[in-house]
């Protein structure tokens, strides 16, 4: 009878609501530490970061990148090596512009974005697939730039490009048309000419290190004393480089091919040409 009783007891209705209570209790909390757990996840995800070896006139090294799907951009840091200038670009989507560090030189360009990049999404997979699939095909393109002005107001840039170059200058670069790499000829006189041509100073951020730009009086009557003419010339300041894998889907498989950037950027000088 006594073992009757409690079993009655356990089942009264003020026990069953009891443990419906405890029960639910329990299945909120459960729910509650695998949205949290989930939301974890989803954020750590929005950062991508992967370790890419190339190699490059027979040098080796490591490109390390970084996809960030929720800032919307893509960062690619390379090694110096060969004759190719150690360098950091943040290609920001948002703000559809790029920002080039060459932390050797002190200095930042600011530059349009490429339309060629992935975007981070696709750059993601692309470098999933990559990691399962040789890269057969490799094209190279090459960019060449000449410096502009300086970025002063740094309000005008995005968040993430301004705190990416907080400690060096930023300067914004233009495309070089139809330019070779040896030199540039302003048309200011040759020694056949009587004329006068004055020769207009050279931006400061332009000038070459430890080149000249300007021209003093005595500069041009050296010049002219040994049958020259002052040009104004420019060669490559910083040539750096990175590397982007991008995958297609050919029906149930994937192929790869490596694009090659290369930028290029001239800095400017007055030189005395003799015939």
Known sequence: MEIGHNQVAFGTPQQSVLIRDNLALILLLLCASTNLISATDSTSKKVSDYDVQFKESGTQYTEKIQVNRDKQTELFTVPAHNDVDGSNILHDFKANMSMLMVPDKKICYLLPLSRELPPPSKLENDLDQAEKNSSDEATTIDSKWAVDTEVTNRSTLSEELRNFCPDYSIYRVHTMENTSASEETQAEGTKHRSRRYL??????????????????YSDRSCCSRVGGYWQIRYRVYSRTCYSVRSCYRWWFWYTCRTCHYINYVYCYEYKCRVY
């Open 199 to 216: 020769y207009w100073p050279i931006y400061y951020s332009r000038v070459c290190p430890g080149g000249r730009g300007s021209l003093s």
